[in-house]
C-alpha cells in the first residue's frame, strides 16, 4: 500500500459515489470499543442514515495494512446475521469504517441486566442465530476467533448480527498466531498448535455459558490457571443446565478440535430444536428491565424545550440590565464557572449530569474535585455529589473523568472515603494500592466486604506472596473473609492463604469448621468445592513444614508393612509391590501404624513428626456429619477434595480409623457413590476418588480392632466392579480374613466354612453374625485380569493367601476347573517369561491350589484313601479326575517351559537356572503321587519352601546332565 497522504480520502459503496455532494457524518455518543478503537453512533447529515463508526487511529503503514485486511474482509461478507459494512473515509492517520448501526446493543449488556443471566428458552434465540452466522462465515472459509458475547449485536428487531472481525482470520492463510479473548479460546488456540473454524465452536460454548450464568467458564481464575484449566480440565456446567443443554455444551467442549461439531451440525442439535417451556418465556420476551441509566433518554431523541410564552419572548429582547433582575433570569443555560461553584458549595445535589459534562471540561471537574476533598472538613452531601458524578462518568462517558482525575494525582484525596473508594475500586484498585490504601489507617475505613474482598485480592498480585501472606495475618478480618465466602473474591482469598501462608493452619482451619458455616457451605456446590480444597491445602502446607524442619530419625520406623514374626505367611515380598499395599495383614505392636501415603508423597514422614500434627477438636465430627450432604450435591470435584480429606485426615491422626469404620454413614457413602460415578464421563476424577476411598478401606482392614460386616459388604462392591477397585477388594477381604481367624473367640468355631452348594464361604464372626462371600466372583474376578496386567503380581499373592485359609478348598477347585485355567497359566508365563519373581509366585500358586483341590477331594484325614473315598462319593470321583487330568497338562507345561531345545518355547525364558524353580516344579510333579501329598499337606509347604541341601543337589546334578531343567510326565492310573 502507498504511503499515506495528508488530504482525505473517501471509500464509498457505489450509492454513496453517485451522491454528488461530499458525504458527511455527524459524531453522536461513544457506543462501544471494538478490537481497535472506539465505536460512534453517527448521522448521514444528507440521508440521516444512522450508522455505526469504528474510528481507529494508526502509526504506520504496517498497521494500516491489518486495519485493511478487515476491511477486505466484511465488504465480502452479506448475510443477515453479519453487521453489514458501508464503506470506510480515510484521514491522515485516522480510519473510519462506516458499519450497520444495532439499536439494542451488545448481547453482553442484554446479559448484564439481568440478574441471574439469560434463561435457556431466551437465549436459544440468539445462540441459533448466532449458528446461522457462523455457518455462513465458515462456509466462506473465514475464522471469526472472538466469538463472545460483547461481540454479538442486537439490531433494533433483536436480530443477532456478528461483529468485531478485527481478529479473524481466512483459514487458507496464516491461522497460528495467539487472538481472541481467554476465557472464550479454544485449547488448541492457547496452545498454539493453529486455529480452524471448529475454535469458533469451542467459543460458542463459553458464549452460551455466559449468556446463562453472566460469566464464561473458569471466570474465577488467574490467567495461568485458566490455560491449564481448558487445556486439562474438564468443564462442568451448573446443575441447573438442562440435560440437553449438558450434552451440547460438552460436544463444544470437546478438547479434539476435529472432534468438534460443525455449526450445521449444532443447529440440529436436540437443545436448539426442542420447544419445551417455551410458553413460559413467551411474555419474558416483552418484559422491560429499567435501571436509573434507562430514564436518561439518547441525547439523539431529545428535543429541545420551546416555550413561547409573552414573557420569555420579551426575556428574549429585553435589555440585559432588565433579564439580570428578572425573576425568570435562572432559566438562562448555567456557565462552567456557574456548575462548578455548585459543585464547590455542595449545598444540594447537582442537576443534570449530562449538561454538567457538556459544559465543565474534565480537568476543571478533576480539579475542583480535588479541591473540595483537600479541605478539613468534607461534608456528607458533598462526598454523595462527588460520588454520583463518578458514578454518572462510569456509565455514561467511558471513565473519561475517573482517568483524568487518576492522571492528575487525585486518588489520594479520596483515600478515606469509602463512597468514592468504590466507583474506583474494580475498574482502578491499583491506583488505590499505590496511592496507600492498603495502609492501616485507610484499611480500616472500608466497612463494605466486597470493597475489601476485592482490594485484598488485587494486593496480591502486586506485592510478593510472602508479603501479601503476612498483611494478612496482620490486617485481615477472618470472620468477615468466612461469612463473605459465597463472594467469589472471598473464595480466591482462602485458596490463595490456604496454599502460601503457613499460619492458615492455625488461625482459619478452626473457624472453618464452625458448625454454623455449613449451611453456608452448602449453600452452593462451588463454595463445598473451595471449603475442602482450601482445608486440603492447609494440612498439606502445615505438614511439609513440620516434614522439612523435623530431623531424619534413626529411630523412625520404616513406612512400609513389612512381614513380621507374626505374619500368616511370612514370604518374601516381590519388590514390585508397593509398600502401602503390602500383603502381609499384620497388627502393628503400637498404636500407631506407619504406611507410606502414595497419594500424598509429602506426607510420607516420621512418627516423630506425624504427632506434632494436631487436627483442630472437632474437626473429625464435622466432616463425618458431610457424608449425606456431599452426595446429593453430585458434583465430582466436591467428591474428589472430600473423600481426599478424608483419607489424609485417617493418615494424620490414625485413631480415626476405628473411629470411620464403627460410622455406618461412611459405608452408606459409598454405596452411594457407586451409583454416581458409572454416570459420570470424567472417569479419571471418578477414578481418584475410588483410589481415596479404597486406600481408606484397606487401611482400616489393616487397623481395626473389631469387625464390621459393612466392611465385608464394601470389599464385595470393590470386587463387583471388576475395574481399579477390584484389587483393593480383595486385598480387604484377605485382611478381614485373617483378622477373623486370629481373633476368634475360642467357643466359635469353624469360623470360616463352604456353604453346602459349594456355591460360597460363610464367615462366621460371631454368635450372632454370619456373612456370605460368594465363589464365583472370586473366580470371575482372577479370570478378569489381563495377562499383562501390572497388578498380577499382586492378584496372585493375594489368592495364595486366601486359597491357604482353612474351609476354602472350593475356591481352589473352582479356579483349575475353569475351562480357560490352563490357557491362562501358560499365558501368564508367556507375558511374564522375563520375570523370576512373577514365575515364583506363579508356581507357589499353581502348587498351593492342586495340593488344597486334591486333600479336599481326597477328603484327607491322614494317608489318602481314594479308592474308599470315591466308591462312597461319585461327586469327587469326578472332581479327581478332572484334578488328575489337567496336573498332567500343567506338568507337561512346565517340563517344557524352559526346555531351550523345545522351538515352541521362548528363548529367553528365565528361572531355567534358578534352584527355587527347580524345586517348585518337582513339588507340583510329585503331585501326581498319592503318597506324596502326605508330605505337602501342611499349608506353608504347599506354597514352597527352601529346598534341602541334598534336593539342590539332585536337582542340580539332573540339569547338568540333560542341560535344561525337566520333568518327568506322570500318567495317572485309576
Known amino acids: 500500500m502507498n504511503s499515506m497522504a495528508d488530504t482525505d480520502r473517501v471509500n464509498l459503496t457505489p450509492i454513496q459515489r453517485a451522491s454528488e455532494k461530499s458525504v458527511q457524518y455527524h459524531l453522536k455518543q461513544v457506543i462501544g470499543r471494538g478490537s481497535y478503537g472506539v465505536v460512534y453512533k453517527a448521522i448521514n447529515k444528507h440521508t440521516d442514515q444512522v450508522v455505526a463508526i469504528k474510528e481507529i487511529v494508526y502509526e504506520n503503514d504496517e498497521e494500516l495494512n491489518d486495519i485493511m485486511a478487515e476491511i477486505s474482509l466484511l465488504k465480502n461478507l452479506n448475510h443477515h446475521n453479519i453487521v453489514k459494512y458501508h464503506g470506510f473515509i480515510r484521514k491522515s492517520y485516522e480510519l473510519y469504517i462506516l458499519l450497520e448501526y444495532c439499536a439494542n446493543g451488545s448481547l453482553r449488556r442484554l446479559i448484564s441486566r439481568s440478574s441471574t443471566g439469560l434463561s435457556e428458552n431466551e437465549s436459544k434465540t440468539y445462540v441459533t442465530q448466532t449458528l446461522l452466522g457462523l455457518k455462513y462465515l465458515h462456509g466462506e472459509g473465514v475464522i471469526h476467533r472472538d466469538i463472545k458475547a460483547a461481540n454479538i449485536l442486537l439490531s433494533a428487531d433483536n436480530t443477532v448480527k456478528l461483529a468485531d472481525f478485527g481478529v479473524s482470520t481466512i483459514v487458507n492463510s496464516s491461522a497460528l498466531t495467539l487472538a481472541g479473548t481467554l476465557n472464550w479460546m479454544a485449547p488448541e488456540i492457547l496452545g498454539n498448535r493453529g486455529a480452524s473454524t471448529l475454535s469458533d465452536i469451542w467459543s460458542l460454548g463459553a458464549t452460551v455459558v455466559e449468556m446463562l450464568t453472566k460469566n464464561p467458564p473458569y471466570h474465577n481464575l488467574t490467567d495461568a490457571n485458566i490455560y491449564y484449566a481448558v487445556e486439562n480440565d474438564t468443564y462442568y456446567p451448573p446443575s441447573s443446565f438442562s440435560e440437553s443443554l449438558k450434552d451440547f455444551l460438552s460436544k463444544c467442549f470437546v478438547k479434539n478440535m476435529y472432534k468438534r461439531p460443525t455449526a450445521d451440525q449444532l443447529l440440529k442439535h436436540v437443545w436448539i430444536t426442542s420447544t419445551e417451556s417455551t410458553k413460559a418465556d413467551k411474555l419474558n420476551k416483552f418484559k422491560e428491565n429499567f435501571t436509573d441509566a434507562d430514564y436518561h433518554w439518547d441525547a439523539d431523541f431529545q428535543e429541545e424545550t420551546l416555550d413561547i410564552s409573552p414573557s420569555k419572548i420579551s426575556l428574549a429582547t429585553a435589555p440585559a440590565a432588565w433579564a439580570e433582575n428578572n425573576q425568570e433570569a435562572d432559566l438562562m443555560p448555567a456557565t462552567e464557572s456557574q456548575l462548578l461553584s455548585q459543585l464547590k458549595s455542595s449545598s444540594k445535589p447537582m442537576g443534570d449530569l449530562y449538561m454538567f459534562f457538556g459544559v465543565c471540561s474534565l480537568e476543571n471537574i478533576a480539579d475542583t474535585i480535588i479541591e473540595c476533598l483537600s479541605r478539613t472538613t468534607v461534608g456528607p452531601q458533598l462526598i454523595a455529589t462527588i460520588g454520583s458524578i463518578f458514578s454518572f462518568d462510569t456509565q455514561n462517558n467511558h471513565s473519561r473523568l475517573r482517568l483524568k482525575f487518576i492522571s492528575m494525582g487525585g486518588v489520594p484525596s479520596i483515600i478515606k472515603f469509602e463512597h468514592i473508594v468504590k466507583e474506583f475500586v474494580f475498574d482502578y484498585p491499583q491506583a488505590l494500592i499505590e496511592c496507600g490504601i492498603m495502609y492501616s489507617p485507610n484499611f480500616l475505613t472500608l466497612k463494605n466486604p466486597k470493597y475489601i474482598m476485592e482490594l485484598i485480592y488485587r494486593f496480591y498480585d502486586l506485592t510478593s506472596t510472602a508479603f501479601w501472606c503476612r498483611w494478612c495475618l496482620e490486617h485481615l478480618n477472618i470472620p468477615l473473609l468466612l461469612n463473605n465466602i459465597h463472594e467469589r473474591r472471598a473464595q480466591s482469598i482462602l485458596l490463595k492463604l490456604s496454599s502460601y501462608a503457613s499460619w492458615s493452619f492455625e488461625k482459619i482451619f478452626p473457624s472453618l469448621i464452625n458448625y454454623k458455616l455449613r449451611k453456608k457451605i452448602l449453600f452452593n456446590s462451588q463454595i463445598t468445592y473451595i471449603v475442602f480444597k482450601s482445608i486440603n491445602y492447609m494440612i498439606s502446607a502445615n505438614d511439609d513444614k513440620i516434614h522439612k524442619s523435623a530431623a531424619p530419625s534413626s529411630s523412625s520406623l520404616p513406612l512400609s508393612s513389612s512381614p513380621t514374626r507374626n505374619s500368616p505367611m511370612n514370604s518374601a515380598q516381590s519388590p514390585s509391590r508397593s509398600p502401602v499395599h503390602s500383603l502381609m495383614a499384620t497388627r502393628p505392636s503400637s498404636p500407631m501404624q506407619h504406611k507410606s501415603i502414595s497419594n500424598f508423597s509429602h506426607l510420607t514422614i516420621s512418627s516423630k513428626s506425624r504427632l506434632l500434627i494436631d487436627l483442630p477438636e472437632g474437626f473429625f465430627t464435622w466432616l463425618t456429619s458431610f457424608f449425606v450432604d456431599v452426595v446429593q450435591i453430585k458434583n465430582l470435584s466436591v467428591l474428589k477434595y472430600f473423600t481426599k480429606l478424608c483419607y489424609l485426615s485417617i493418615h494424620l491422626n490414625n485413631t480415626l480409623l476405628n473411629d470411620l469404620l464403627n460410622n455406618d454413614a461412611f459405608f452408606a457413602f459409598i454405596k452411594s457413590i457407586d451409583t454416581i460415578t458409572p454416570s459420570i464421563d470424567d472417569k479419571k476424577t471418578a477414578a481418584f476418588i475410588w483410589k481415596q476411598i479404597t486406600a481408606i478401606c484397606v487401611d482400616m482392614s489393616l487397623d481395626m480392632s473389631q469387625m464390621n460386616p459393612s466392611l465385608f459388604s464394601t470389599a464385595m462392591i470393590f470386587i463387583r466392579r471388576k475395574n481399579y477397585t477390584s484389587m483393593s477388594g480383595l486385598e480387604i477381604i484377605l485382611n478381614c480374613l485373617h483378622f477373623t481367624l486370629r481373633n476368634a473367640p475360642d467357643d466359635v468355631a469353624p469360623t470360616i466354612g463352604s456353604m453346602e452348594s459349594h456355591s460360597g464361604f460363610l464367615i462366621k464372626i460371631n454368635n450372632d453374625t454370619t456373612i456370605e462371600l460368594p465363589i464365583d466372583q472370586f473366580v470371575d474376578l482372577f479370570y478378569a485380569l489381563n495377562d499383562d496386567d501390572v497388578n498380577l503380581s499382586r492378584l496372585i499373592s493375594i489368592f495364595t493367601k486366601i486359597c491357604s485359609f482353612p474351609g476354602f478348598e472350593n475356591l481352589a477347585i473352582d479356579i483349575i476347573s475353569h475351562p480357560n485355567f490352563y490357557e491362562k497359566i501358560v499365558s ?75 522351538s515352541k518355547r521362548n528363548s529367553n525364558q528365565v528361572g531355567g537356572d534358578s534352584v527355587l524353580v527347580c524345586q517348585l516344579c518337582e513339588d507340583i510333579r510329585s503331585l501326581s503321587n498319592r503318597g506324596s501329598l502326605q508330605k505337602v499337606s501342611s499349608v506353608t509347604a504347599a506354597i514352597g519352601s527352601s529346598p534341602t541341601k541334598d534336593e539342590r543337589t539332585n536337582s542340580g546334578s539332573s540339569r547338568s546332565k540333560s542341560g535344561a531343567f525337566s520333568l518327568p510326565i506322570t500318567t495317572f492310573q485309576e
Do not use: C
Open 828 to 902: 501368564f508365563f508367556d507375558t511374564y517369561f522375563n520375570s523370576l519373581l512373577i514365575q515364583i509366585d506363579l508356581l507357589k500358586f499353581i502348587k498351593l491350589i492342586f495340593t488344597k483341590s486334591l486333600l479336599k477331594a481326597y477328603d484327607y484325614t491322614g494317608l489318602p484313601d481314594p479308592i474308599k473315598q470315591m466308591k462312597s462319593n461319585h461327586h469327587n470321583k469326578s472332581i479327581v479326575s478332572k484334578l488328575r487330568t489337567m496336573l498332567v497338562q500343567i506338568t507337561e507345561f512346565l517340563n517344557n517351559n524352559w526346555n531351550k531345545n523345545d
